[in-house]
């Protein structure tokens, strides 16, 4: 592009955002002057009125979130213990993803995938860097299309590889369809495929009947032996797991599990996917969660689903991931999306995977996590309520006894405690399963950008919620005062260090 073109395309785009601006300062005031003014029984009237009730969140109205704070209307600020399932792994409107979202929205709007764009090819090509892996990408948008889309692909690739034509011959022989096994106690998302493999009577009940279900056969999460009996079966295509079953109630797998995982596998002429929606991108301490069970990619899924924070909470984007050698059997228009790969989903993905990087999220998410899981274990020793914590990096889970984890969240939201001279009252998260229906299970996943002394203030507010007799030993003092100057430095450095990251990153892209 000569300078003359990139000069008039850039004061296009300047003008363009000057109009975005006016109509972002339009909206504000409308926000301001009138949806403000509506009363919040106006607002609960509204949603029961309008809204179908698929959710059942408390009464508080939330106005706004910002790095690890959420604020409501009479701003009343919580810690984020939730991280919006993991999608918030760089922080509540993190301003690098947010810029770069904006500036691809004032560029262009959604193109699809009829069109080309430079976007597109860039993210993935950083994707694949930054994960270490050949995988190719295949664009979408929410987490459930992308492991869905995920085990479509594993299906069109034992269709179509030479490597599975035996076993194919073998089951057209017997007039056999080839099955799909899942993990019992799974959470994939909520579409006709989801609620298929689940095992949950909450999800799929209500749907029933499933049609999928003549294709699925279950096992136990973390049992190898399960697993054996099921592939001598000798029918399956793909195996799908999650490496660690949040929704399920952070559940660990084993020790060894993946690697028998994935010679069971290789020794059955089988697929493996695994769904890395809440798992990846910096939450287990690593890019992938896969990475703690496998010495090389290589080793690892032929499959992987991403969402969440791929795109730093800011934008619905989520991708497969496929070995080049399956990959390159999907022809044209056999799976896509009009919003998926679109310039704007592309560049915040860009944006969040760089963020993730230069702030060294994944070693922050491993020091972090390790930290609050040995405060918690030394919390929670001897409660006879809570039955255990696990967890990985910052996927954590605290196993309460019956429904009793609902209740120790909502007191959660009430046990204030002061980080820095600012109150919080509390820590915001919310419960999921547990392994069994006996149990309920706290989830712990804060955005991995939460300061650690924050962490530590906070490890006060679940010690009053579940009513530690000891609360205030796990009250932190010394971090309720104002920043000291040694304190504003030591950030100021670790600010000075991420922007070092960030320059020396953009010098090299240049050059």
Request: net charge neutral; aromatic share 6%.
């Amino acid at each position: 592009m000569d300078a003359k073109t990139a000069a008039r395309l850039a004061l296009q785009a300047g003008l363009h955002r000057l109009n975005v601006a006016a109509e972002e300062a339009a909206a504000l005031a409308r926000f301001l002057l009138i949806d403000l003014r509506l009363p919040p029984e106006t607002i609960k009237e509204l949603e029961q009125r309008a809204i179908v009730g698929n959710y059942r969140p408390p009464e508080t109205l939330v106005l706004m979130a910002s790095g690890s704070a959420i604020t409501d209307e009479q701003g009343r600020q919580w810690l984020d213990w939730q991280g919006a399932y993991s999608a918030n792994n760089t922080g509540n409107s993190n301003p690098r993803v947010t810029g770069a979202n904006h500036l691809a929205s004032v560029l262009t709007s959604v193109l699809s995938r009829a069109r080309r764009h430079r976007q597109l090819p860039l993210a993935a090509h950083e994707l694949q860097q930054a994960l270490g892996l050949k995988h190719k990408l295949l664009p979408m948008n929410s987490g459930c299309e992308a492991i869905e889309g995920a085990a479509l692909l594993a299906k069109l690739a034992f269709n179509r590889h030479p490597r599975f034509e035996k076993k194919r011959r073998l089951l057209a022989a017997f007039e056999e369809q080839p099955r799909l096994i899942v993990c019992r106690n799974n959470f994939h998302g909520r579409s006709s495929w989801a609620k298929a493999v689940s095992t949950n009577p909450a999800y799929r009940d209500p749907f029933a009947p499933n049609t999928m279900e003549s294709e699925v056969r279950w096992v136990d999460f973390g049992d190898i032996g399960q697993l054996e009996e099921a592939l001598k079966i000798g029918d399956a295509y793909a195996f799908v797991a999650e490496p660690i079953q949040c929704e399920g109630g952070m559940n660990m797998p084993p020790n060894g599990y993946f690697r028998e995982v994935r010679r069971l596998c290789d020794e059955h002429n089988v697929l493996l996917v695994l769904d890395e929606v809440q798992t990846g991108l910096g939450r287990t301490g690593r890019m992938l969660a896969q990475e703690h069970f496998f010495d090389s990619g290589d080793e690892g899924a032929d499959f992987i689903s991403l969402a969440k924070s791929l795109s730093g909470g800011q934008e619905v984007v989520s991708a497969i991931l496929a070995k080049p050698e399956y990959a390159d059997l999907v022809g044209p228009s056999e799976h896509g999306s009009t919003f998926g790969g679109s310039p704007k989903a592309a560049a915040t993905m860009r944006a969040a995977v760089r963020e993730i990087q230069d702030r060294q999220l994944c070693r922050q998410a491993e020091e972090k996590g390790r930290f609050c899981l040995d405060i918690l274990r030394k919390m929670c020793a001897g409660s006879p309520e809570i039955l255990d914590v696990r967890g990985l990096g910052l996927a954590i889970g605290i196993e309460v006894e019956g429904h009793g984890a609902d209740d120790i969240c909502a007191r959660l939201r009430q046990s204030p405690f002061t980080y820095r001279g600012q109150r919080f009252e509390g820590c915001w998260t919310n419960a999921t399963h547990g392994i069994t229906d006996r149990t309920t299970v706290i989830r712990i996943s804060p955005p991995l950008t939460t300061p650690p002394d924050l962490l530590a203030a906070s490890m006060y507010s679940i010690a009053q919620a579940i009513r530690h007799s000891e609360p205030r030993r796990f009250r932190r003092e010394r971090l309720e005062r104002p920043a000291s100057p040694h304190e504003l430095a030591a950030d100021l450095l670790e600010e000075l260090g991420y922007l070092k990251r960030r320059l020396d990153r953009f010098i090299t892209d240049i050059l």
